[in-house]
Antibody, heavy 116, light 105 residues
Framework: EVRLVESGGGLVPPGGSLRLSCAASGFAFGSYWMNWVRQAPGKGLEWVAGTKRDGGETYYADSVKGRFTISRDNAKNSLYLQMNSLRVEDTAVYYC?????????WGQGTPVTVSS | DIQMTQSPSTLSASVGDRVTITCRASQSISSSLAWYQQKPGKAPSLLIYAASSLESGVPSRFSGSGSGAEFTLTISGLQPDDFATYFCQQYNGYWTFGQGTKVEI
C-alpha cells in the first residue's frame, strides 16, 4: 500500500522557520518526482515546490522562491521542505504528492500556521 | 504563468443529475490537464489526467474532455459520494490549479 505521511507542521511566528518531512512507503520512492502542494484555509490548491527523482533539479512557485527549499533523501524514502522567513500568507495545510505532471499519490497533509 | 479558471464556483445538484464543470486556461495547454476530487478534511484524489484518461479505480460515470484552452469534467448520474469539491490542474507549464467547484445538494 502506498503511504505518504507528512509531519513537522505547527504554529510559528512571522519570520520564523519550519521543516516539513514526508515519509514514503509502498512504492519505489527514488523513481518518482515529488512535490509539495499547499491549501490555505477555505481556499484552493497551490503547487509550492517540486524535485526530480535524484533531487538534482528543483522547482519553486514564485511565492516561495528564495525562502523555501525542497530536498529529498532517497535512502530514507523521505522528502523535506525547509521553510524560512515565513509569512502569515504561508498558513496552509501542506501536502506531499508524487508526480512529474499530475499528482497521483497524496499524503494526508500537515498544517502550518504562521501567526504572532 | 498559466491561469486556470473554473466555472461555476458552486453547483447545486441532485442524485442522478448529469453535472458539467468547465475549466479554462489562459493559454493553450494542449491536453495537459488533470481533474481532482477533494472531500472536506481529506487530500485531493486524482480522477482524470491527459484531459480525458480515467485514473484506475475511478468510476466510469466520471469523464473528461477538451483540449487547447477549454476543458470539461462531466459526472453522469451523480451519486451521494460525489458531493465534493473538484479542481482542475494544468501541467503544460509548471503546475497551476483552478479555484475549485463545490458540488452540493
Amino acid at each position: 500500500e502506498v503511504r505518504l505521511v507528512e509531519s513537522g507542521g505547527g504554529l510559528v511566528p512571522p519570520g520564523g522557520s519550519l521543516r516539513l518531512s514526508c515519509a514514503a512507503s509502498g512504492f519505489a520512492f527514488g523513481s518518482y518526482w515529488m512535490n509539495w502542494v499547499r491549501q490555505a484555509p477555505g481556499k484552493g490548491l497551490e503547487w509550492v515546490a517540486g524535485t526530480k527523482r535524484d533531487g538534482g533539479e528543483t522547482y519553486y512557485a514564485d511565492s516561495v522562491k528564495g525562502r523555501f527549499t525542497i530536498s529529498r533523501d532517497n535512502a530514507k524514502n523521505s522528502l523535506y521542505l525547509q521553510m524560512n522567513s515565513l509569512r502569515v500568507e504561508d498558513t496552509a495545510v501542506y501536502y506531499c504528492a508524487t508526480g512529474e505532471y499530475y499528482f497521483y499519490y497524496w499524503g494526508q497533509g500537515t498544517p502550518v500556521t504562521v501567526s504572532s | 504563468d498559466i491561469q486556470m479558471t473554473q466555472s461555476p464556483s458552486t453547483l447545486s445538484a441532485s442524485v442522478g443529475d448529469r453535472v458539467t464543470i468547465t475549466c479554462r486556461a489562459s493559454q493553450s495547454i494542449s491536453s495537459s490537464l488533470a481533474w481532482y476530487q477533494q472531500k472536506p478534511g481529506k487530500a485531493p484524489s486524482l480522477l482524470i489526467y491527459a484531459a480525458s484518461s480515467l485514473e484506475s479505480g475511478v468510476p466510469s460515470r466520471f469523464s473528461g474532455s477538451g483540449s487547447g484552452a477549454e476543458f470539461t469534467l462531466t459526472i453522469s448520474g451523480l451519486q451521494p459520494d460525489d458531493f465534493a469539491t473538484y479542481f482542475c490542474q494544468q501541467y503544460n507549464g509548471y503546475w497551476t490549479f483552478g479555484q475549485g467547484t463545490k458540488v452540493e445538494i
